[in-house]
């Protein structure tokens, strides 16, 4: 079965070329959307591979946008874009449901490892980002941007990537939990200081955003799970699968709503979120090792460090009014990060951390 869907997937990418040399572009997103369908599919079938098929499937979505995009920006009178915010909140609560208080007293227990991640995350990223936007001298929308997915925190996915590359699973969540809950001092304080220049920020309003976005859902996850954890598995099987699709509408709406900007900038901002991404996990990793922590955990302050909760970035693009613009850096970088997130952990895990421990 596998074997037809890769069969079908290439010829779908050929038929694609075809048409768009012969600018038969009507037919293009639905040719490109079976294309990455079928590739994600056959991923399916190969363990090297499965971490991709989701990554993959978003770009089918995302082809989708580009081509249609009036579809994916209003249903009659709704603007789909006011979807973002509740999903977000719902992708949170599911983040907090799946703590517990013992998640934050790891903090004790790991100061060293816990400290440098946070430093880590909250100096390189925001910093690399600055950097980025004066090397290629974006829009200023878009160079807010790219400076507001790396003032963000860590999200699931770095959690999800430690487990898979075999690191500090522990470590992993209690920096992610610890950065998420010092967003709401931190990221405005950096858009603040660094992307001031470009949008108007104000300081009060985006820690508001961040406390109703991420903050209260969380809480309300914990107290949750403090209470009735255990009498509702049906949640804890629906939650990843809700997140997932939660994340892909978001990508999706955003990619439709910033459609023009993207077909100007978008193989520099690729090119400028892949950047970002990769000085994330290589500052993160060697900066650990510079405080000469295990293997283990040098790995898993790579990937708090150089992935971010573009989710997060995308819903305070869209409450500053500016989801066009200032929210494509968090839609592009999503996926980026997914796919390297998803082959440094592949290949972490194929070496085993003892085999390198000091």
Same mark, same amino acid.
């Given at each position: 079965?596998?074997?037809?869907?890769?069969?079908?997937?290439?010829?779908?990418?050929?038929?694609?070329?075809?048409?768009?040399?012969?600018?038969?572009?009507?037919?293009?997103?639905?040719?490109?959307?079976?294309?990455?369908?079928?590739?994600?599919?056959?991923?399916?079938?190969?363990?090297?591979?499965?971490?991709?098929?989701?990554?993959?499937?978003?770009?089918?979505?995302?082809?989708?946008?580009?081509?249609?995009?009036?579809?994916?920006?209003?249903?009659?009178?709704?603007?789909?874009?006011?979807?973002?915010?509740?999903?977000?909140?719902?992708?949170?609560?599911?983040?907090?449901?799946?703590?517990?208080?013992?998640?934050?007293?790891?903090?004790?227990?790991?100061?060293?490892?816990?400290?440098?991640?946070?430093?880590?995350?909250?100096?390189?990223?925001?910093?690399?980002?600055?950097?980025?936007?004066?090397?290629?001298?974006?829009?200023?929308?878009?160079?807010?941007?790219?400076?507001?997915?790396?003032?963000?925190?860590?999200?699931?996915?770095?959690?999800?990537?430690?487990?898979?590359?075999?690191?500090? =699973? /522990? $470590?992993?969540?209690?920096?992610? !939990? %610890? +950065?998420? *809950?010092?967003?709401?001092?931190?990221? @405005? &304080?950096?858009?603040?200081?660094?992307?001031?220049?470009?949008?108007?920020?104000?300081?009060?309003?985006?820690?508001?955003?961040?406390?109703?976005?991420?903050?209260?859902?969380?809480?309300?996850?914990?107290?949750?799970?403090?209470?009735?954890?255990?009498?509702?598995?049906?949640?804890?099987?629906?939650?990843?699968?809700?997140?997932?699709?939660?994340?892909?509408?978001?990508?999706?709406?955003?990619?439709?709503?910033?459609?023009?900007?993207?077909?100007?900038?978008?193989?520099?901002?690729?090119?400028?979120?892949?950047?970002?991404?990769?000085?994330?996990?290589?500052?993160?990793?060697?900066?650990?090792?510079?405080?000469?922590?295990?293997?283990?955990?040098?790995?898993?302050?790579?990937?708090?460090?150089?992935?971010?909760?573009?989710?997060?970035?995308?819903? =305070? /693009? $869209?409450?500053?009014?500016?989801? !066009? %613009? +200032?929210? *494509?850096?968090?839609?592009?970088?999503? @996926? &980026?990060?997914?796919?390297?997130?998803?082959?440094?952990?592949?290949?972490?895990?194929?070496?085993?951390?003892?085999?390198?421990?000091?």
């Amino acid at each position: 079965m596998h074997k037809l869907f890769w069969y079908i997937a290439a010829l779908a990418f050929i038929t694609y070329i075809i048409t768009t040399i012969l600018h038969l572009h009507a037919a293009g997103g639905w040719l490109l959307m079976c294309g990455f369908t079928m590739l994600a599919l056959a991923f399916r079938g190969y363990p090297v591979l499965k971490g991709f098929s989701y990554t993959v499937m978003i770009f089918a979505a995302v082809s989708m946008a580009m081509y249609y995009p009036q579809h994916f920006i209003q249903v009659g009178d709704f603007k789909l874009s006011k979807l973002i915010v509740p999903l977000l909140q719902i992708i949170m609560f599911g983040m907090g449901t799946g703590l517990s208080w013992k998640d934050f007293a790891q903090v004790a227990k790991m100061p060293m490892g816990i400290g440098v991640g946070i430093i880590g995350h909250y100096t390189i990223m925001p910093l690399i980002g600055f950097t980025i936007t004066q090397l290629f001298h974006f829009p200023p929308e878009i160079a807010a941007g790219i400076i507001l997915i790396g003032s963000c925190p860590s999200g699931l996915a770095s959690n999800v990537m430690s487990y898979l590359a075999g690191a500090n =699973l /522990a $470590l992993s969540v209690s920096i992610t !939990a %610890t +950065v998420t *809950l010092l967003a709401p001092i931190i990221t @405005p &304080l950096w858009m603040k200081v660094l992307a001031g220049q470009y949008v108007d920020i104000v300081f009060e309003e985006m820690m508001w955003h961040i406390i109703q976005i991420v903050i209260l859902p969380i809480i309300l996850g914990l107290v949750f799970n403090h209470f009735l954890h255990g009498k509702f598995k049906w949640l804890d099987a629906a939650m990843p699968l809700v997140s997932m699709i939660s994340i892909g509408l978001i990508i999706v709406v955003i990619t439709a709503s910033g459609r023009d900007s993207l077909l100007t900038v978008g193989p520099l901002l690729v090119v400028a979120t892949l950047m970002h991404n990769l000085c994330g996990y290589f500052l993160g990793y060697w900066g650990a090792r510079l405080f000469r922590m295990p293997e283990k955990d040098c790995r898993t302050v790579a990937l708090e460090v150089g992935m971010q909760n573009g989710g997060l970035a995308s819903g =305070l /693009a $869209l409450k500053m009014g500016k989801l !066009a %613009t +200032v929210g *494509l850096a968090p839609a592009v970088f999503g @996926p &980026l990060m997914n796919i390297t997130g998803s082959a440094l952990a592949t290949w972490w895990k194929s070496k085993p951390a003892e085999e390198k421990e000091n």
